[in-house]
C-alpha cells in the first residue's frame, strides 16, 4: 500500500486512503505537475502474479479513455512503478449510490427518472464506443454534491464485436442480466437489464431477487418474474413500472434495444403516467426449470456465486424458440379445427338445417334483429381503500382515470373521492376518475445532520423546504458538515417552510499570548482569558528572569490553537546560589 506523503511517478502526492474494493486500494493525491486533485487506483498486491487480473486492472483504463461523457468518470493517466500498477482517476466528492439509498431509504420517482437518465447517457456514450460496461450497479454509480451522477468501475468492460461473447458469466450476482449469468452473448442489452434492476432499488429501497447464496439468486434471474414495483411502494406512475419491467425482462430482444430508447421513454414518465407509450411483453411464467449437474455446481462455485452455462451454443436456442413457436401455432390450428367441428355436430343434432324449418329460421332471424344493450355494471365504493385494490376490484369492466391531490384525511395511494358514486349502473367501458391521495399535504423533514452543507441544501430543497443556514464553531464535527437542524428530522412541516441547518467552522481558534517575565498568576489570569488553559509548571533557576516569572512557554506566543489547549511554561527560581540542581513540579 502508498503511504500518505510519498510521491508516486514524481508527480502525484499521496493525500490519504479513500476506499477499497476486491482487486484494488483508491486514494486521494494531488497532482503536482496540473495542480489539482485526483484519484489513484491502485492493484493490491496480492494479485500482481496473477496475468488475468493485471489484464482486467489495464482494460478499465483501455475501455474508459477514449470516452468523453460527463457522466463518466475520467480516466487521466495509466502507469506502472516498481510493483505499483495505477490508473490516475477524476477525483467524484459524493456518495456511491448504494449508501444513497441506504441513507434515505427509497428515491422518488422523480429523483429516480433524472438519476437513470444521467446513468443512461453514460451507457449510450460507452455503447456508441462499442464498450459494454456489464457490471452496472449502485456501487458502481457516484452521486456528487451537486447532484451530478457519474458512472465508474469498467474494470470488466468488454468491447463489443461482432464476435460471440461466451466467456464465463461476469458481474455482481444481484444485477446480473439472465444472460450474463449463463455466461452467454452479452451486449447493450445486458447493461440495460442491470440498470432495470438498480432503477427498482432506487425506486423500492430493495432487490427484486435476494439471498444470501450468488448461485441461488443467478438462478432466480433466470427462472423468476419481478414482482411489480407497485406492489411494494404505492403510488408509483405506471409509466415507470413499466419501464422498469421492460428493462429487466428475461428476453433481450422484449428489453430496450438501445440507451437512447430508454432515454426517450423516461423523458415522458410524467407526462404521461399511464405508461401506455410503453411497449411492454406479457410477462408469462414459462421459464423452464434449470437444472444444474454437479460440474456445472461446482462450476458456478467457483465463479462466485453465477451461472456459467456457455456449452450451449445460441444457434440451439434460436432453434429450440422456432421449434416453440411452431408448435403454439400447430395448436392454435387444431384447436380452431375441432371447435368448429363441435359447432357443426351440435347444429346437425338439433335439426336446425333439416328440410322445412330452415326458412322459419332465416325469417325469424330477420324480425328479431336488434342491437344488443351494452352490459350494465354496479358502481362500488373505492373511497378509503388504495388505489391498487380499486383497480383490482373494477377488473376490466371500467376504463379508469387516476388524479393525484394531496390529503391530510387519507393516507398516500388511498382513493380520496370518485366521479361516479356507489350504487349506479352504467354502460361496462364506462370512464371512472379516481382521485388519489399523493400523501399529507404536510412533509416529513429528512434528517441532514452530518450531511454536507452543499448536500444538506439540496436534499432539503428537493423536498420543497426552503433553507436558512447558521455556522458556528465545532471541534467535535468536520468544517462544512451540518451539527443540527430545526425543526428536527423526522417532524412534518408543510411545503416551502424554512429549514435551519446550523454548519461547523471547524475548530475555534485563539492566539496564544507571550507570557515571558510575566508572574505566575499573571500567565494563569492571560491564558483564561485567551480561552487556553495552563499546562504543566516546570522551575529551574535564571539570573535574568525574577523568581516566579515565566523564562518561556511551551507554546510560541502568536501561534493559533484549538480553544482548550493547554501551554505549559517554566518558572524562574531566582539566581542560582549555590551549585545544586533544578527541580521540576508538576
Same mark, same amino acid.
Given at each position: 500500500?502508498?503511504?500518505?506523503?510519498?510521491?508516486?511517478?514524481?508527480?502525484?502526492?499521496?493525500?490519504?486512503?479513500?476506499?477499497?474494493?476486491?482487486?484494488?486500494?483508491?486514494?486521494?493525491?494531488?497532482?503536482?505537475?496540473?495542480?489539482?486533485?485526483?484519484?489513484?487506483?491502485?492493484?493490491?498486491?496480492?494479485?500482481?502474479?496473477?496475468?488475468?487480473?493485471?489484464?482486467?486492472?489495464?482494460?478499465?483504463?483501455?475501455?474508459?479513455?477514449?470516452?468523453?461523457?460527463?457522466?463518466?468518470?475520467?480516466?487521466?493517466?495509466?502507469?506502472?512503478?516498481?510493483?505499483?500498477?495505477?490508473?490516475?482517476?477524476?477525483?467524484?466528492?459524493?456518495?456511491?449510490?448504494?449508501?444513497?439509498?441506504?441513507?434515505?431509504?427509497?428515491?422518488?420517482?422523480?429523483?429516480?427518472?433524472?438519476?437513470?437518465?444521467?446513468?443512461?447517457?453514460?451507457?449510450?456514450?460507452?455503447?456508441?464506443?462499442?464498450?459494454?460496461?456489464?457490471?452496472?450497479?449502485?456501487?458502481?454509480?457516484?452521486?456528487?454534491?451537486?447532484?451530478?451522477?457519474?458512472?465508474?468501475?469498467?474494470?470488466?468492460?468488454?468491447?463489443?464485436?461482432?464476435?460471440?461473447?461466451?466467456?464465463?458469466?461476469?458481474?455482481?450476482?444481484?444485477?446480473?442480466?439472465?444472460?450474463?449469468?449463463?455466461?452467454?452473448?452479452?451486449?447493450?442489452?445486458?447493461?440495460?437489464?442491470?440498470?432495470?434492476?438498480?432503477?427498482?432499488?432506487?425506486?423500492?429501497?430493495?432487490?427484486?431477487?435476494?439471498?444470501?447464496?450468488?448461485?441461488?439468486?443467478?438462478?432466480?434471474?433466470?427462472?423468476?418474474?419481478?414482482?411489480?414495483?407497485?406492489?411494494?411502494?404505492?403510488?408509483?406512475?405506471?409509466?415507470?413500472?413499466?419501464?422498469?419491467?421492460?428493462?429487466?425482462?428475461?428476453?433481450?430482444?422484449?428489453?430496450?434495444?438501445?440507451?437512447?430508447?430508454?432515454?426517450?421513454?423516461?423523458?415522458?414518465?410524467?407526462?404521461?403516467?399511464?405508461?401506455?407509450?410503453?411497449?411492454?411483453?406479457?410477462?408469462?411464467?414459462?421459464?423452464?426449470?434449470?437444472?444444474?449437474?454437479?460440474?456445472?455446481?461446482?462450476?458456478?462455485?467457483?465463479?462466485?456465486?453465477?451461472?456459467?452455462?456457455?456449452?450451449?451454443?445460441?444457434?440451439?436456442?434460436?432453434?429450440?424458440?422456432?421449434?416453440?413457436?411452431?408448435?403454439?401455432?400447430?395448436?392454435?390450428?387444431?384447436?380452431?379445427?375441432?371447435?368448429?367441428?363441435?359447432?357443426?355436430?351440435?347444429?346437425?343434432?338439433?335439426?336446425?338445417?333439416?328440410?322445412?324449418?330452415?326458412?322459419?329460421?332465416?325469417?325469424?332471424?330477420?324480425?328479431?334483429?336488434?342491437?344488443?344493450?351494452?352490459?350494465?355494471?354496479?358502481?362500488?365504493?373505492?373511497?378509503?381503500?388504495?388505489?391498487?385494490?380499486?383497480?383490482?376490484?373494477?377488473?376490466?369492466?371500467?376504463?379508469?382515470?387516476?388524479?393525484?391531490?394531496?390529503? #391530510?384525511?387519507? =393516507?398516500?395511494?388511498? %382513493? *380520496?373521492? @370518485?366521479? !361516479?358514486? /356507489?350504487?349506479? $349502473? &352504467?354502460?361496462?367501458? +364506462?370512464?371512472?376518475?379516481?382521485?388519489?391521495?399523493?400523501?399529507?399535504?404536510?412533509?416529513?423533514?429528512?434528517?441532514?445532520?452530518?450531511?454536507?452543507?452543499?448536500?444538506?441544501?439540496?436534499?432539503?430543497?428537493?423536498?420543497?423546504?426552503?433553507?436558512?443556514?447558521?455556522?458556528?464553531?465545532?471541534?467535535?464535527?468536520?468544517?462544512?458538515?451540518?451539527?443540527?437542524?430545526?425543526?428536527?428530522?423526522?417532524?412534518?412541516?408543510?411545503?416551502?417552510?424554512?429549514?435551519?441547518?446550523?454548519?461547523?467552522?471547524?475548530?475555534?481558534?485563539?492566539?496564544?499570548?507571550?507570557?515571558?517575565?510575566?508572574?505566575?498568576?499573571?500567565?494563569?489570569?492571560?491564558?483564561?482569558?485567551?480561552?487556553?488553559?495552563?499546562?504543566?509548571?516546570?522551575?529551574?533557576?535564571? #539570573?535574568?528572569? =525574577?523568581?516566579?516569572? %515565566? *523564562?518561556? @512557554?511551551? !507554546?510560541? /506566543?502568536?501561534? $493559533? &490553537?484549538?480553544?482548550? +489547549?493547554?501551554?505549559?511554561?517554566?518558572?524562574?527560581?531566582?539566581?542560582?546560589?549555590?551549585?545544586?540542581?533544578?527541580?521540576?513540579?508538576?
Amino acid at each position: 500500500m502508498l503511504e500518505t506523503g510519498s510521491l508516486l511517478s514524481g508527480r502525484y502526492e499521496i493525500l490519504k486512503h479513500i476506499g477499497a474494493g476486491g482487486m484494488a486500494e483508491v486514494f486521494m493525491a494531488k497532482d503536482r505537475k496540473l495542480n489539482r486533485y485526483v484519484a489513484v487506483k491502485v492493484l493490491k498486491k496480492d494479485f500482481l502474479e496473477d496475468e488475468k487480473i493485471l489484464s482486467k486492472f489495464k482494460v478499465e483504463a483501455q475501455a474508459v479513455a477514449g470516452l468523453n461523457c460527463s457522466n463518466i468518470v475520467n480516466v487521466y493517466d495509466v502507469g506502472v512503478e516498481g510493483d505499483v500498477n495505477y490508473i490516475i482517476m477524476e477525483l467524484v466528492d459524493g456518495l456511491t449510490l448504494k449508501e444513497y439509498i441506504r441513507r434515505v431509504g427509497k428515491l422518488s420517482s422523480k429523483e429516480t427518472v433524472d438519476v437513470t437518465i444521467q446513468i443512461a447517457k453514460a451507457l449510450q456514450c460507452a455503447h456508441a464506443n462499442h464498450t459494454i460496461h456489464r457490471d452496472i450497479k449502485p456501487q458502481n454509480i457516484i452521486i456528487s454534491e451537486t447532484g451530478g451522477v457519474k458512472v465508474t468501475d469498467f474494470g470488466i468492460a468488454k468491447v463489443a464485436s461482432s464476435n460471440t461473447v461466451t466467456s464465463t458469466a461476469i458481474g455482481s450476482a444481484h444485477y446480473i442480466s439472465p444472460e450474463q449469468a449463463k455466461g452467454k452473448f452479452c451486449d447493450e442489452k445486458s447493461d440495460i437489464y442491470s440498470l432495470g434492476i438498480t432503477m427498482y432499488e432506487m425506486v423500492t429501497g430493495q432487490l427484486p431477487f435476494d439471498h444470501e447464496n450468488g448461485i441461488t439468486v443467478a438462478l432466480m434471474h433466470l427462472q423468476n418474474e419481478i414482482t411489480p414495483p407497485n406492489a411494494l411502494v404505492e403510488d408509483i406512475p405506471e409509466s415507470l413500472e413499466k419501464i422498469i419491467l421492460k428493462c429487466t425482462m428475461k428476453k433481450p430482444e422484449e428489453r430496450y434495444q438501445s440507451a437512447q430508447e430508454l432515454i426517450a421513454d423516461l423523458q415522458m414518465v410524467f407526462d404521461d403516467i399511464s405508461g401506455e407509450y410503453v411497449g411492454v411483453a406479457p410477462i408469462v411464467d414459462n421459464s423452464p426449470t434449470i437444472v444444474l449437474s454437479g460440474k456445472e455446481l461446482d462450476d458456478a462455485q467457483e465463479h462466485s456465486g453465477y451461472v456459467d452455462d456457455s456449452s450451449d451454443d445460441d444457434e440451439g436456442n434460436g432453434m429450440s424458440a422456432k421449434m416453440e413457436r411452431l408448435v403454439v401455432i400447430l395448436a392454435a390450428v387444431v384447436g380452431a379445427i375441432i371447435i368448429i367441428a363441435i359447432v357443426v355436430f351440435v347444429i346437425n343434432g338439433s335439426g336446425l338445417f333439416k328440410s322445412g324449418t330452415s326458412t322459419t329460421v332465416s325469417a325469424t332471424t330477420e324480425t328479431e334483429k336488434t342491437t344488443e344493450k351494452p352490459k350494465q355494471i354496479a358502481v362500488e365504493n373505492y373511497v378509503g381503500i388504495t388505489y391498487y385494490k380499486a383497480k383490482e376490484m373494477i377488473g376490466s369492466d371500467l376504463k379508469i382515470e387516476r388524479k393525484s391531490e394531496t390529503s #391530510d384525511d387519507y =393516507d398516500e395511494g388511498v %382513493v *380520496i373521492r @370518485q366521479s !361516479i358514486e /356507489s350504487n349506479t $349502473e &352504467v354502460d361496462k367501458g +364506462t370512464t371512472i376518475v379516481l382521485t388519489v391521495s399523493s400523501g399529507q399535504s404536510t412533509i416529513e423533514v429528512p434528517n441532514v445532520v452530518g450531511y454536507s452543507q452543499t448536500s444538506a441544501t439540496k436534499t432539503l430543497s428537493n423536498k420543497g423546504f426552503k433553507v436558512s443556514v447558521t455556522t458556528e464553531n465545532s471541534s467535535d464535527v468536520k468544517s462544512g458538515e451540518v451539527i443540527s437542524q430545526s425543526p428536527k428530522g423526522g417532524t412534518r412541516r408543510e411545503s416551502g417552510s424554512t429549514i435551519t441547518i446550523t454548519v461547523s467552522k471547524g475548530e475555534s481558534l485563539v492566539s496564544v499570548p507571550d507570557l515571558r517575565y510575566e508572574s505566575l498568576s499573571s500567565a494563569k489570569a492571560e491564558l483564561k482569558a485567551a480561552g487556553l488553559k495552563l499546562g504543566s509548571i516546570s522551575k529551574e533557576y535564571n #539570573d535574568v528572569v =525574577d523568581q516566579n516569572c %515565566v *523564562i518561556r @512557554q511551551s !507554546i510560541a /506566543s502568536g501561534k $493559533e &490553537v484549538s480553544a482548550g +489547549t493547554a501551554v505549559g511554561i517554566v518558572v524562574s527560581l531566582g539566581p542560582q546560589a549555590t551549585d545544586t540542581v533544578g527541580t521540576t513540579e508538576e
